[in-house]
């Protein structure tokens, strides 16, 4: 049974381009949550999805940034015009319905902008 | 005051020793409390559930008070493979939305 899935592992921007991240949830789960992580900092919730429905996205900046999960294919959290304060390492977690709170992270994605 | 907070550290310990984290919560209508580990550059991983009346896996040993708000984390006989990040999960009832502490580091050392 394969873990969370993220690619790419690392992805390196310049300022302005756009990011697209995605992540494969466990099998046989239907909730994705994407968290931001700066050096030395807790992890910051993002966004909560469910397969086609956003069920909180209020960790998300205002601008530029979406997500997204739809009924095939990965969740993409989706970074435009980056700025190097998008610098950081982006981690996807998924979880059972009912169970939100065991949470199973994938290996995370390592924006850097130049 | 932060809704979830832990000491920092570094916590240097040498093998074998025990050592013991808290971790405060802010909201008293909090239900639901975790420890994760993260290592170096991956992914957090669930280490344990935290229940009102404790909960032991091997050698660690997670406890709740609620009256003071903080849940703790105990190790015993600490292994240099122990040394990471333990990081505080809490929720609160009503919410999907974990909050994470950011995070107390163990080092193990022979």
């Known amino acids: 049974n394969a873990g969370v899935m993220q690619n790419p592992r690392h992805l390196v921007r310049r300022r302005g381009q756009e990011a697209r991240l995605r992540c494969s949830p466990m099998?046989?789960?239907?909730?994705v949550y994407w968290y931001r992580q700066l050096p030395e900092e807790g992890l910051k919730f993002m966004v909560y999805?469910?397969?086609?429905?956003?069920?909180?996205e209020s960790g998300m900046p205002k601008e530029r940034f979406s997500a997204e999960f739809p009924k095939e294919g990965p969740s993409i959290l989706r970074i435009q015009q980056v700025v190097r304060g998008d610098s950081a390492a982006y981690f996807c977690?998924?979880?059972?319905?009912?169970?939100?709170?065991?949470?199973?992270f994938g290996p995370g994605t390592r924006l850097t902008v130049t | 005051r932060k809704e979830v907070e832990q000491d920092p550290g570094p916590f240097n310990v040498p093998e074998g020793a025990t050592v013991a984290f808290n971790c405060t919560y802010s909201?008293?209508?909090?239900?639901?409390f975790f420890w994760y580990r993260q290592d170096c550059r991956k992914e957090p991983k669930l280490l344990m559930s935290v229940y009102s009346s404790g909960n032991e896996d091997g050698r660690f040993t997670a406890q709740l008070n609620r009256a003071s708000q903080y849940i703790s984390l105990l190790i015993r006989d600490s292994k240099l493979s122990d040394s990471a990040t333990y990081l505080c999960?809490?929720?609160?009832?009503?919410?999907?939305?974990?909050?994470f502490g950011r995070g107390t580091s163990l080092i193990v050392h022979p």
């Open positions: 909201n008293s209508a909090s239900q639901s």
């Open positions: 999960v809490v929720n609160t009832g009503g919410s999907y939305i974990p909050t």
């Open positions: 977690a998924s979880s059972v319905p009912g169970q939100p709170y065991e949470q199973y």
């Open positions: 099998k046989g789960h239907s909730h």
């Open positions: 999805l469910q397969k086609e429905n956003i069920i909180d």
